[in-house]
């Protein structure tokens, strides 16, 4: 009897689910999918694979013979298809799980986990050891110009995963990162975030522990060196050996720097005090230099010699939406940028300001996730974008909270994108440089402002 290879995907527009969509067809499973919202660059991915996608969350993709339903974790109960799946005992699993029974198993698995940078470190792990020829899987929450995918499956015993935080699923409450198992585990940094289902940074450290514990003995743990929050999980227990990582070279145990340019463009590098070669590559931030390391970290646990790594990352590409240069018109450069923690605005501009020196930085900040929704952060805001010459905040009126901006004559708020467009015209001349971060669409007002240009 033919076995039922029919896999339907709740959430399939989300980066993660995007990918095991991919991971599937390429396993040889028929998919198709369900979602409210597809926007480039995943909606381009789905299309390119072939994938029938159902809009919205009725229950009429059920009727078909499904092997088994893939939930995200977008979906929760009162959904019209997960109230039918539940009442049909139909066969459903998380994401997660999916990967780990279907993929992941007898994989040497590199799990990149943190609050910012998790994608960008681990699209470095994979392109490192693509260009040396270990032909690595991986799935990670963008799509990396080097692949032009977000997710790949091979016969590499390696797979390198963006390991999430965030929840498995409505049945699942553990993090996504505990089903990887992970071999290699970087963690490149922990903050407070996700407070739709975190309710203090103490949560977050216990879910970093659960992941802390399912690293097997002869794996490798990589982190910051000064990290107060990371300090704590590893103090609940660590089975792991720890390697340290930090941009500033004091001649201490681990991975450092000697930043031979101010934006983290050239810089020299040391393990364990000693000189690995040089790092000499596109990409600006100490954030960045920070996630080279880590890779670098990685790859050398897997057998990569540094100097080859270092090579590697020359030809390295970001992921779409990190700081990727959408268009100059009339000297005006327009980047987009997916930071919208406090941290990694603050970093992103740094980075920035580092390349550009005294020319105007304009940037344009959509707080759009759950967290800076719901106002957490907001206090930090003002802070992280003080090297930004203006600032123009998306703040719609159903946020319903607003920025304390006495004396802040540099920053403006707005509840339209239309009315940031119309400022945008009048303020911006030649030489500036537009930076607009969003972890969403943002109604497309990149375009829109390019096109207004011309």
Known sequence: MKQNKRLHILGICGTFMGGVARLAIEKGYQVTGSDKNCYPPMSDQLKSLGIKLHQGYDSKPLKDNLRQVIVGNALSRGEPIIEELLNTNQHYISGPQWLNENILQDKWVIAVAGTHGKTTTASMVAWILESLGY??????????????????????????????????????????????????????????????????????????????????????????????????????????????FSENNDGSIGWSVNKLNNDGSHCT?????????????SLIGDHNVNNALAALAAVKHVGVNAEDALVALESFKNVKRRMEKKGVVNGITVYDDFAHHPTAIKTTIHGLRNKVGNQRIIAVIDPRSNTMQMGHHKEKLIDAVKLADQTFFY????????????????????????????????????GDHILIMSNGSFDNIHQRYLSLLK
């Open 135 to 244: 032909n690595p899987g991986f799935l990670i929450g963008g799509v990396m110009e080097n692949f032009g995918v977000s997710a790949r499956y091979t016969g590499s015993p390696f797979f390198v995963v963006e390991a999430d935080e965030y929840d498995t699923a409505f049945f699942d409450k553990r993090s996504k990162f505990v089903h990887y198992r992970a071999r290699t585990c970087i963690l490149n940094n922990l903050e407070f975030d996700h407070a739709d289902i975190f309710d203090d940074l103490d949560a977050i450290e216990t879910q970093f522990h659960h992941l802390i514990r399912t690293v097997s003995g002869n794996g490798l743990v990589i982190r910051p060196k000064n990290s107060e929050a990371l300090d704590r999980v590893l103090k609940r227990g660590c089975w792991t050996k720890v390697e340290y």
């Open 269 to 281: 590098v040391f393990y364990n005090g000693k000189k690995q070669g040089d790092l000499k590559w």
């Open 395 to 430: 703040i719609p009126r159903s946020y319903n909270w607003e920025l304390d901006l006495t004396g802040r004559e540099s920053i403006n708020t707005y509840d339209s994108v239309e009315k940031i467009l119309s400022a945008l015209v009048e303020f911006t001349h030649s």
